[in-house]
């Protein structure tokens, strides 16, 4: 999946928990974790999911260009 900014980083999905120490965040019944050392990557991000596309949007005010050029 996915995430804003160039420069090849991504946000993936998956179920379960990351290994080592992380932050967990709760919203709408769903349970987010991210590692301690990756949360500087979604720092004012925000997560949202497209009923009309049927996928998850993420946007970031911090980060102007949001085009990956590769």
């Given at each position: 999946?996915?995430?804003?900014?160039?420069?090849?980083?991504?946000?993936?999905?998956?179920?379960?928990?990351?290994?080592?120490?992380?932050?967990?965040?709760?919203?709408?019944?769903?349970?987010?974790?991210?590692?301690?050392?990756?949360?500087?990557?979604?720092?004012?991000?925000?997560i949202d999911?497209?009923?009309?596309?049927?996928?998850?949007?993420?946007?970031?005010?911090?980060?102007?260009?949001?085009?990956?050029?590769?």
């Amino acid at each position: 999946m996915g995430g804003v900014g160039s420069g090849g980083f991504s946000a993936g999905i998956k179920k379960g928990v990351p290994d080592g120490p992380f932050l967990e965040f709760e919203k709408n019944g769903l349970t987010v974790c991210i590692p301690e050392d990756e949360t500087w990557y979604f720092d004012g991000m925000v997560i949202d999911f497209s009923e009309d596309l049927g996928e998850m949007q993420f946007s970031n005010e911090k980060i102007d260009d949001v085009t990956n050029p590769n």
